[in-house]
Structure formats: structure tokens, C-alpha cells
């Protein structure tokens, strides 16, 4: 039963968390990258951080949602943005979109502790350096 659903993988599709600099303070969004030939639609994001804190203890984040009507090909969308005090836990992102009339989605997790600058590589999408997610 399950093995007859066909759930068509997700490809073409990026997060990043990206620093920049807004009047001279350093920032850190995350951003949806389409690197597809085509636009997504009713796109849905569901952000939360889960992990541990510094002393051992379980840590979770608010969930947050965000919708994006529509996100043309070849562009990014700023999602949120994303403090420093909270790179040590997993950061997860769950995007739902449409795509010929069918639904589709994909998780995209930042491990704990790997957004670092020492990670960091040039988006080209965006212009800035960052970690993306593909």
C-alpha cells in the first residue's frame, strides 16, 4: 500500500542561513533558494531548533510558520531571522509547495553546532556567504 503512493522526490530546492550586514551589525537569516526552471507555489515553512543546551538539557524552540504565495525560479526568499543563540541546536526547516497540482515536501536540518563561520561558502544566489542545504 504504501509502496504504491508515488512521493516524487524533491530536488532543485535549498535552504541557507547566511550572514549579512545591516548598519554595521552582523545578521544571520535563513533563506529558500529555487533553483528550479520553475515558480513554487503556496509554499509552506515550518522552522523550529531541538537539541540540547549547554548544561544537557533538552532545548526546543518555538515552531514558526511562514507562507510564500509564490517563488519565482532562479531566487531566494528571506525566511526568518536566525541569533546566534541558538546554532547549537539542530535547526530544522520543513517546506511544503505545489508543483503540478501535487504537494511536496522536504526537510532540511542544520545540525547542531555547524553553522560556523569556518563553514561558511559564497551563495551565489544570494551574494552573501553562508551554509546551504541542498
Given at each position: 500500500?504504501?509502496?504504491?503512493?508515488?512521493?516524487?522526490?524533491?530536488?532543485?530546492?535549498?535552504?541557507?542561513?547566511?550572514?549579512?550586514?545591516?548598519?554595521?551589525?552582523?545578521?544571520?537569516?535563513?533563506?529558500?533558494?529555487?533553483?528550479?526552471?520553475?515558480?513554487?507555489?503556496?509554499?509552506?515553512?515550518?522552522?523550529?531548533?531541538?537539541?540540547?543546551?549547554?548544561?544537557?538539557?533538552?532545548?526546543?524552540?518555538?515552531?514558526?510558520?511562514?507562507?510564500?504565495?509564490?517563488?519565482?525560479?532562479?531566487?531566494?526568499?528571506?525566511?526568518?531571522?536566525i541569533s546566534p543563540e541558538?546554532?547549537?541546536?539542530?535547526?530544522?526547516?520543513?517546506?511544503?509547495?505545489?508543483?503540478?497540482?501535487?504537494?511536496?515536501?522536504?526537510?532540511?536540518?542544520?545540525?547542531a553546532n555547524n553553522i560556523?563561520?569556518?563553514?561558511?561558502?559564497?551563495?551565489?544566489?544570494?551574494?552573501?556567504?553562508?551554509?546551504?542545504?541542498?
Amino acid at each position: 500500500m504504501k509502496k504504491d503512493i508515488n512521493v516524487p522526490a524533491v530536488e532543485g530546492v535549498s535552504m541557507a542561513v547566511a550572514k549579512s550586514l545591516i548598519e554595521g551589525e552582523e545578521v544571520y537569516h535563513a533563506y529558500l533558494i529555487n533553483h528550479n526552471a520553475y515558480d513554487l507555489d503556496t509554499v509552506i515553512i515550518n522552522s523550529q531548533g531541538f537539541g540540547k543546551d549547554h548544561s544537557g538539557k533538552s532545548q526546543k524552540t518555538s515552531q514558526l510558520r511562514h507562507i510564500i504565495q509564490n517563488l519565482k525560479a532562479g531566487t531566494a526568499a528571506k525566511i526568518e531571522m536566525i541569533s546566534p543563540e541558538v546554532f547549537h541546536l539542530n535547526n530544522q526547516y520543513w517546506i511544503s509547495f505545489f508543483y503540478e497540482g501535487q504537494m511536496l515536501d522536504k526537510k532540511f536540518i542544520f545540525e547542531a553546532n555547524n553553522i560556523k563561520e569556518r563553514n561558511f561558502r559564497p551563495i551565489k544566489t544570494l551574494g552573501l556567504d553562508g551554509i546551504e542545504i541542498k
